[in-house]
């Protein structure tokens, strides 16, 4: 399957232009750990760091899930992969596998695009207990580019580690 990646628009309003832009990391995503076998998607990096392609795809399904239906819909749910509140255990990908993340990752960006489209505007706010204030629809979707921006390049360098694959 072909990741199919839209272009943020570069004339829109403002709503436009965060969704656009939320969507095109979303993407990036999706398209660096195209056609990778399980074994690959574990792959760490260069020792120290455990990171994985797999263990980020599971940390952005914990995201999605925290800002969009934790703390803007306000939804008493625990966290994706771990019951205990720890945000750490998503990037350990063993014993885990590709189908399970995107899945799980595909289900939470589901609810934050379904989230986000029923908002009567970026105005709405939500309640982020580790921040001790209510922040904005607008501040978590600048929030979320940032997260997957920052991923996405470490995702470039994972990518290139296993394949040689670049860019894009």
Do not use: C
Not at 81 to 106: H, K, R
Not at 122 to 130: A, H, K
């Amino acid at each position: 399957m072909t990741t199919e990646r839209i272009s943020p628009p570069v004339r829109a309003g403002e709503r436009e232009t965060l969704r656009g832009f939320l969507d095109f990391h979303r993407a990036t995503l999706a398209m660096k750990a195209e056609g990778l076998s399980d074994e690959d998607l574990r792959r760490r990096s260069m020792p120290p760091s455990t990171l994985t392609l797999l263990g980020l795809v599971r940390h952005m399904a914990e995201v999605e899930r925290t800002w969009f239906r934790r703390v803007i819909n306000g939804e008493d749910i625990p966290l994706v992969w771990s019951a205990e509140g720890d945000y750490q255990a998503a990037y350990d990908p063993d014993g885990s596998t590709g189908a399970e993340a995107f899945a799980a990752w595909q289900e939470e960006v589901a609810h934050a695009r379904r989230i986000e489209q029923q908002a009567p505007s970026l105005d709405v706010t939500g309640y982020q207990p580790r921040w001790g204030e209510h922040v904005s629809l607008r501040l978590v979707m600048h929030h979320l580019i940032h997260e997957y921006a920052r991923h996405n390049g470490h995702a470039d360098f994972l990518r290139e580690g296993i394949d040689g694959t670049v860019g894009a």
